[in-house]
């Protein structure tokens, strides 16, 4: 029974990030085309800040699934 609240939950959860949030090349973001902030340098260099409004980008994603085994605290033989 626990199981099947926590299955219930957790689709609950995943149904209001999609229907509530955009994805886009980013990641998840609370808007489809996120606002960048352009300019140009002192140096003539071009400068592009995006992603302020993200919710989840891809690269946390990718982090946040790699599973980390704890490491071993003592002797262990």
């Known amino acids: 029974m626990l199981r099947f609240n926590m299955i219930k939950i957790s689709l609950l959860i995943l149904l209001s990030i999609i229907f509530t949030s955009c994805v886009n090349k980013h990641g998840i973001s609370a808007k489809y085309y996120?606002?960048?902030?352009?300019?140009?340098?002192?140096?003539?260099?071009?400068?592009?800040?995006?992603?302020?409004?993200?919710?989840?980008?891809?690269?946390?994603?990718?982090?946040?699934?790699?599973?980390?085994?704890?490491?071993?605290?003592?002797?262990?033989?």
Do not use: F
């Open 34 to 77: 996120s606002d960048c902030r352009e300019y140009y340098d002192l140096q003539g260099y071009y400068h592009k800040e995006c992603g302020e409004d993200d919710i989840i980008t891809y690269k946390e994603m990718g982090e946040a699934l790699k599973r980390k085994e704890p490491e071993p605290t003592g002797n262990v033989y």
